[in-house]
């Protein structure tokens, strides 16, 4: 179980090795891009759901989502034949259970501002990527993981 901040995630990210001096800049605004824009394809998948998943929730899916591309990105293996990169000491290792943060957790952070009651309503979150099951990106019938390749998220949400 690990307890997932964005706000601490993102600014450990950026300021980890794993983003490069170059990408400082531009990380963090590419980051919420696309957490936004995850959450507004969720939304319209969603929109015919009477009974939608709130707000709030999206967003904080959305926000592990990109974090465990994030690391996806950093350690896959760019050919068959390569060995997977490895992450730097200094690259928050969480999941594949997150927990949403506690209000404790909240009101301990410095400069938190008020605290937003919705996190009390976040419910956990279980990620099945091959990050975390490497087994995943082989075939379920015959174990082979020839042609076997990772293509990305479902667009319809979780």
């Known amino acids: 179980m690990s ?8 600014t450990l990210l950026k300021n980890s090795t794993a983003v490069s001096p170059l990408e400082k800049n531009t990380f963090e ?3 919420r891009v696309s ?24 967003q ?23 060995e997977t990169n490895k992450l730097g000491v ?7 259970r997150f927990m949403p943060p506690s209000y404790l957790h909240i009101q301990k952070r410095s400069g938190g501002g008020a605290v937003d009651l919705t996190i ?5 979150l279980n990620i099945v990527h091959p990050f975390y ?8 019938r015959c174990g ?5 390749t990772w293509e990305g998220w479902t667009s319809k949400g979780p």
């Open 3 to 10: 307890v997932f901040e964005p706000k601490t995630i993102l």
């Open 60 to 82: 904080w899916e959305s926000e592990i989502v990109e974090y465990v591309q994030f690391l996806w990105e950093k350690t896959r293996r760019r050919s068959k034949k390569g």
């Open 144 to 148: 082979s993981d020839k042609d076997m």
């Open 90 to 96: 200094n690259v928050p290792l969480l999941g594949p």
């Open 35 to 58: 957490v936004e824009k995850r959450v507004s394809t969720w939304n319209e998948a969603r929109s015919h759901i009477n009974n939608s998943c709130p707000q709030f929730q999206l």
């Open 29 to 31: 605004k590419n980051w």
């Open 120 to 124: 009390q309503y976040l419910k956990p």
């Open 133 to 140: 099951h490497p087994q995943l990106a082989r075939c379920p």
